[in-house]
């Protein structure tokens, strides 16, 4: 005799984090559809970007992250061969919901470090330049 089990109830009380599960498994379903020629392997090594253990340094050194299971072979070719549809990734962040606050303030994340970065991207008519003690010049 078979006994079926009800499992609904115990899923109710997660809803809140099967919500978030299921926006990301709807974006991770969009991103693979992004890609074109051997999506397979760029899915896998996008996996394995974001599950290394800090920077990564070689393309090599990605096919050893224990989410890559193909050799680096494959991983030269995806990056060789593999193809992207721009627009229709560019759909699916887009039509990711915006991480808000409980009463529905939008949060974003902005770069507030204090890190010199004198060769950093800006826009044409400005330039990054720092200047030491000037801080201390206006006290006086």
């Not at 006994?3 to 984090?17: C, D, F, R």
């Not at 990056?79 to 759909?91: C, D, F, K």
């Not at 887009?94 to 507030?112: E, F, S």
Request: hydrophobic share 45%; proline share 5%; glycine share 10%.
């Amino acid at each position: 005799m078979i006994t079926t089990k009800a499992v609904m109830n115990s899923l109710l009380e997660h809803a809140a984090g099967v919500e978030s599960l299921a926006v990301l498994s709807r974006f991770r379903a969009g991103f693979r559809a992004c890609l074109a020629a051997r999506g397979d392997e760029l899915f896998e090594l996008a996996d394995a970007v974001l599950c290394a253990d800090g920077p990564v340094r070689t393309l090599a050194g990605l096919s050893l992250v224990p989410g890559h299971q193909r050799g680096h072979g494959a991983l030269y070719d995806a990056v060789s061969h593999g193809r992207i549809q721009v627009g229709r990734l560019r759909r699916a962040l887009a039509g990711l919901p915006l991480p808000a606050w409980p009463d529905g303030r939008i949060r974003l994340a902005v770069d507030l470090s204090n890190w010199l970065r004198p060769d950093a991207a800006t826009s044409p008519d400005r330039l990054f330049c720092h200047v030491y003690g000037r801080a201390r010049a206006r006290r006086r």
